[in-house]
Nanobody, 119 residues
Framework: QVQLVESGGGSVQPGGSLRLSCSAS????????MAWYRQAPGNERELVAT?????NPTYADAVWDRFTISRDASMLYLQMDRLKPEDTAVYYC???????????????WGQGTQVTVSS
């Protein structure tokens, strides 16, 4: 119903920047919000940032002053600045449908893109 494809990951040095992109396709009118998650080795998946259908962003404490989430049409972005080694993780694009929709609540996920921050 909804397909998500991430891109823009790679390897950067500490203090560097990356911009992740998520291309969404399918029944996009049913999506109420989108988000970025990440999962580092040995850790559980954690929420990084969200953006509502009204464009209101929220951020995890660890990234609020360094990352910026945005969207444009069918694209979702995550601008990451002043990257740290602890930002190293697989980053996943998420699309959320609320239970108020006739299809019911659901979360769609991309395949993930690797971000590595090291010297």
């Amino acid at each position: 119903q909804v397909q998500l494809v991430e891109s823009g990951g790679g390897s950067v040095q500490p203090g560097g920047s990356l911009r992740l992109s998520c291309s969404a396709s399918g029944l996009l009118r049913s999506i109420d919000s989108m988000a970025w998650y990440r999962q580092a080795p040995g850790n559980e998946r954690e929420l990084v940032a969200t953006i509502t259908d009204r464009g209101n962003p929220t951020y995890a404490d660890a990234v609020w002053d360094r990352f910026t989430i945005s969207r444009d049409a069918s694209m979702l972005y995550l601008q990451m600045d002043r990257l740290k080694p602890e930002d190293t993780a697989v980053y996943y694009c998420n699309a959320h449908r609320d239970a108020t929709k006739w299809q019911g609540a659901y979360d769609y996920w991309g395949q993930g893109t690797q971000v590595t921050v090291s010297s």
